[in-house]
């Protein structure tokens, strides 16, 4: 098993930066695929970044290609999401999701066995 924790939200002015973090605990942290959703108030949760077990194949959405940056510290049970050049379109919570028995990165949520609480990301124009 996995338990997530998210932090590193808050409200930011649009062309801002934020980090978020994931403490993960659990044996399978390091053998799991790790990604990071979002969701907008009145939207579905949506693919932002993941990331593989041995940190080389990163996958990002179209929308935030070139802004954000997923990353891992398998050591210390972490993974990140830099986020830079923020708008306000990336208004929403983010999730930290683990994906334990998959092979390749999935951009489907249901592909995920463990998700964190969220932490809100508020871009203002």
């Known amino acids: 098993q996995v338990q997530l924790i998210e932090s590193g939200g808050g409200l930011v002015q649009a062309g801002g930066s934020l980090r978020l973090s994931c403490a993960a605990s659990?044996?399978?942290?390091?053998?799991?695929?790790m990604g990071w959703f979002r969701q907008a108030p009145g939207k579905e949760r949506e693919f932002v970044a993941a990331i593989t077990r041995n940190g080389i194949i990163r996958r990002y959405a179209d929308s935030v290609k070139g802004r954000f940056t997923i990353s891992r510290e398998n050591a210390k049970n972490t993974v990140n999401l830099q986020m830079n050049s923020l708008k306000p379109e990336d208004t929403a919570v983010y999730y930290c999701?683990?994906?334990?028995?998959?092979?390749?990165?999935?951009?489907?949520?249901?592909?995920?066995?463990?998700w964190g609480q969220g932490t809100q990301v508020t871009v203002s124009s």
């Open positions: 999701a683990a994906d334990a028995d998959s092979s390749s990165v999935s951009q489907e949520s249901w592909e995920y066995d463990y």
């Open positions: 659990g044996r399978t942290f390091s053998s799991s695929i």
